[in-house]
C-alpha cells in the first residue's frame, strides 16, 4: 500500500477531505462542522503543508506555521485511523522538516499530544527543559 501512496506539499487540496481528517482528529466540534468556512485557509497560510494521498483521496497532513526566517511550529499531523501503522506519519514530519530546513529554518518545535511523545522522540524531538507550554484564554 505504502508504494500507492503520495505524500506532498500542497498550496491547496479537497476540503471535505480536509474536514474529514480534522473531524476524526477531534479537532473539530459538532457545532464547528457546519462552518468550514477556516479550512479554505488552513492550507495556503500554512508556512508549509503536507499532504498524503491515496487513490486521490487526502487521508493524511501535517503543516507548519513559520515566518520562514528563523522558527517554526509544526501542528496538525494526523492519518485517517485506516491507514495508520504504516510509517505515513513519520514521513509527513520527515518532509516537514526537510522542507522548513532548505528554507534555512533553524528551530522547529512541536506540542505534542499526551501519548504521542514516543513517536516523536524516533523522530529526533526532545522535550523542551526549561520550558513549558502556554495558552490564552480569554477571562
Do not use: C
Not at 506519519?89 to 530546513?101: C, H, S, T, V
Amino acid at each position: 500500500m505504502l508504494a500507492d501512496i503520495d505524500i506532498k506539499i500542497i498550496t491547496k487540496g479537497p476540503e471535505k477531505d480536509l474536514a474529514q481528517l480534522y473531524r476524526e482528529a477531534g479537532w473539530l466540534t459538532p457545532s464547528e462542522s457546519d462552518d468550514l468556512a477556516f479550512l479554505k485557509t488552513v492550507i495556503q497560510n500554512s508556512a508549509v503543508f503536507v499532504g498524503v494521498f491515496y487513490n486521490e483521496k487526502m487521508i493524511g497532513m501535517g503543516r507548519a506555521l513559520s515566518d520562514l526566517s528563523s522558527d517554526a511550529y509544526i501542528q496538525d499531523v494526523t492519518v485517517l485511523k485506516a491507514y495508520r501503522g504504516n510509517g505515513i506519519g513519520k514521513k509527513i514530519i520527515q518532509l516537514l522538516i526537510r522542507a522548513l530546513k532548505e528554507k534555512h529554518v533553524d528551530w522547529i518545535g512541536l506540542i505534542a499530544e499526551p501519548g504521542t511523545q514516543p513517536f516523536y522522540d524516533k523522530i529526533g524531538f526532545v522535550p523542551l527543559k526549561g520550558y513549558i507550554p502556554l495558552k490564552y484564554e480569554d477571562h
